[in-house]
């Protein structure tokens, strides 16, 4: 794995990336009441799965502090995770809902919400730290579903293995890793889901094979 950061989480007001800084510092000045911070992750270091999201929806887990809360794509995410048994209580699309996961994390590989939700290459590797300090921190972690390719290819620069000889395919399942397995899907971004690139269905069956493969 590549180096470990000195903390799992950011700092509140992390500098790492001036581009991200300033555009936090924007938004801060613009939305105040909302959580315009590094979005920490959500479930339980104990789970044995982890969800790896691009990075924080402007509108979505940048204002409301828990990742995929509150823009389709978390419409989407936690309905499917109810579905599967991966969650339990009643997503509202706010961090004070009683929604609670059940043996899965979620996490993003950049974690400050970037313009036009485009993290630059410099983003990405800079961030990586932090996603291998989540994943050292996993002591029972068995499967990891990467959410479209940055993410697919974090997990993998993370992990040291070659992304040639593991191609992000949506569906796809790799062993880049002893007792590892890394699941690939598309995002379950809007975008995605009304062009057709990922439906429903499509998302659910994911999960499902993430769900048989802890059994």
């Known amino acids: 794995m590549i180096e470990l950061t000195s903390a799992i989480e950011p700092e509140h007001n992390c500098k790492l990336c001036p581009r991200l800084a300033a555009f936090r510092q924007e938004n801060r000045s613009s939305s ?27 509108k979505g887990a940048n204002r409301t502090g828990r990742p995929f809360t509150g823009d389709y794509a978390g419409d989407l995410l936690y309905k499917t995770l109810l579905e599967t048994g991966f969650a339990c209580g009643r997503y509202d699309a706010r961090s004070d809902d009683d929604l609670a996961l059940i043996d899965c994390r979620i996490t993003n590989a950049v974690r400050c919400v970037p313009p036009q939700n485009k993290p630059t290459p410099a983003e990405i590797i800079s961030c990586r730290g932090f996603l291998a300090s ?23 620069s993370v992990l040291r293995a070659r992304k040639a000889a593991f191609a992000f395919r949506h569906g796809a399942v790799h062993e880049p890793a002893p007792g590892l397995r890394v699941y690939d899907s598309y995002h379950c971004s809007r975008y995605n889901t009304n062009t057709g690139v990922l439906t429903p269905d499509m998302f659910r069956a994911v999960m499902t094979a993430v769900r048989a493969g802890l059994d």
């Open 134 to 156: 989540t994943l050292s921190a996993m002591p029972r972690l068995l499967s990891i579903l990467a959410l479209g390719r940055i993410a697919h290819d974090s997990v993998l």
């Open 32 to 58: 105040p009441t909302w959580y315009n911070a590094p979005v920490p992750s959500f479930g339980s270091p104990d789970a044995r799965v982890l969800i790896v999201g691009l990075a924080p929806g402007l």
